[in-house]
């Protein structure tokens, strides 16, 4: 028992010394002892002795720390207008779930901010816009290594998503359920998003139409899950499915994930996650065309929300990035034959 609270009191901080244990040692520094003696015996440093001895003046008040704020603000500093346009803007969206990146977004562009988005979370922080989150300990997964397309049109991921009953009105039947269809870009992370009162092979199909006529392109390859509404099981099923029947028509490549593995999913996956902090938190909805109408405008927020993993560019940015990009190539390579 010794040894583990020996153990214990090992792994802790350090912890300053008591008032008392400082004026001690002053005193026993005055009287005349050696420093080094003084030293051992209360377990301190040369310079924390020489600090209190400066200190001392025969009250235990002087040796109490002191306040480490600066007496002037830092140079690079946020000033009052930057905190009054933080303020302003968080006052005018407080019941809007606004994120980090587009809360950062909107200073830049409404206002020539020019800080960096880490900048703004701390000066969030300060302010008592963020709490402390407590991260209790558990099993963590070791990702292995996936390749995200560099360029447009590459894969896109598919799923469906639940709407929470929660969000349904009394107006709504108590046995009504309806279903977000999503569509990401793994290249720009750009979505489509669109809703039904089934989730069905048919949906499917139409949704995969309607996502090629929103993007303008279609992909070289879909991955979904294993899900009856993107693939049967052939062992039971010997028909095609509507969704691959599809594929081959368009020469696309129907990628399938391991079952029961949704994190190979994961960036389609972690989307719905903010919808539901985002869109589904505060939604209210009668029925299935106040649920499109309303969705139609969060899709259109959603997409120019800057991302971290896009370099703080939005996901609209990316795309136009992308674009100029092969334009170029293209230019590049036809001067080049036009060379030869």
């Known amino acids: 028992m010794n040894i583990i609270n020996e153990n214990k009191e090992k792994s802790k901080r350090y912890l ?114 963020y709490k402390q989150i407590n991260i209790t300990g558990t099993s963590k997964y070791i990702p292995k290594k996936y390749f995200t397309p560099s360029m447009l049109g590459e894969k896109w991921q598919i799923d469906v998503k639940y709407v929470p009953s929660i969000c349904l009105s009394d107006k709504v039947p108590l046995d009504k359920k309806y279903y977000q269809y999503t569509c990401i870009d793994e290249a720009t992370r750009e979505r489509f998003l669109y809703w039904y009162d089934e989730h069905t092979p048919a949906n499917t199909v139409d949704f995969v139409k309607r996502c090629i006529s929103y993007f303008e392109y279609k992909p070289s390859e879909i991955q979904t899950d294993n899900g009856t509404e993107f ?61 499109r109408e309303k969705g139609k405008a969060y899709l259109e927020r959603s997409n120019k929300i800057p991302m971290a993993c896009l370099n703080y560019l939005t996901p609209l940015e990316k795309r136009k990035e992308l674009i100029v990009s092969l334009l170029v190539q293209h230019n590049t390579f036809i001067s080049l034959v036009n060379a030869k």
């Open 16 to 129: 300053p010394h008591d008032i008392k244990t400082r004026e001690n040692a002053v005193k026993t520094y005055r009287n005349g002892n050696s420093i080094s003696y003084v030293l051992r015996k209360y377990h301190i440093s040369r310079t924390s002795l020489y600090r209190w001895n400066k200190a001392y003046d025969g009250t235990l008040e002087s040796l109490m720390d002191k306040s480490h704020r600066p007496h002037s603000p830092h140079p690079n500093a946020h000033t009052k207008e930057e905190i009054k346009w933080i303020k302003d803007l968080l006052k005018r969206h407080k019941n809007d779930n606004l994120t980090l990146g587009e809360i950062w977004y909107k200073l830049r562009i409404n206002k020539g901010y020019k800080r960096n988005i880490g900048s703004l979370y701390r000066v969030m922080r300060k302010l008592g816009y």
């Open 231 to 291: 693939t049967w099981n052939q062992s039971k099923m010997k028909k095609l499915h509507p969704l691959d029947d599809l594929c081959l028509k368009l020469d696309i490549d129907h990628h399938k994930i391991r079952p029961r593995t949704p994190r190979h999913n994961g960036k389609v996956e972690r989307s719905h996650r903010n919808d539901n902090e985002r869109f589904y938190n505060t939604l209210i909805i009668n029925n299935l065309e106040d649920l």
